[in-house]
């Protein structure tokens, strides 16, 4: 296996994209009412979690981003192509994420619209961080 060492600033610049996009999307010019109606959270218990969730999206993102990077350079090493950064983000969120948010939606009887707001954030950020880790090494 060959050894990968990770640009920290393009993780770290993985990880302020990925808290840029969530608060649009998450916020009322974004999703915020439909993902409140249907998350079955209140604004006040949104704003009360909103330090620790922070804090563990800022760690899991950093984890996603590193996992990315892997995955990219196992994919093509040399590549620096930011179709390669798309293409490999795509089919980690299509083969990964998606399948994971699908079966959470049904399983916990959460309408299409849940999905497609989580998973449309997760598919966007994970692109961009694709790209990001691609153009940034």
């Known amino acids: ?8 600033w393009a993780l770290v610049g993985c990880v302020v994209i990925r808290l840029a996009i969530g608060a649009v999307w ?3 010019v ?9 998350s079955g959270v209140t604004d006040q218990q949104m704003k009360a979690g909103m330090a ?5 999206d800022i760690l899991f993102s950093f984890i996603m981003a590193f ?6 350079r196992y994919a093509l090493p040399t590549s620096h192509s930011a179709v ?3 293409t490999v983000g795509f089919l980690n969120w299509l083969g990964f994420v998606a399948p ?3 079966g959470a939606i ?10 497609a707001i989580n998973g449309g954030y997760q598919l966007v950020t994970i692109l961009l961080m694709g790209v990001v880790l691609i153009v940034w090494d």
């Open 106 to 115: 049904t399983y916990e009887r959460k309408p299409f619209g849940y999905f």
């Open 1 to 8: 296996m060959p050894e990968i060492v990770p640009n920290i």
């Open 26 to 28: 998450y916020s009322p």
């Open 100 to 102: 994971v948010q699908a």
């Open 52 to 56: 620790k969730a922070v804090i563990t």
């Open 30 to 38: 974004g999703f915020l009412k439909p993902w409140l109606r249907m």
């Open 67 to 72: 996992v990315l990077l892997h995955a990219i």
């Open 84 to 86: 390669l950064g798309l």
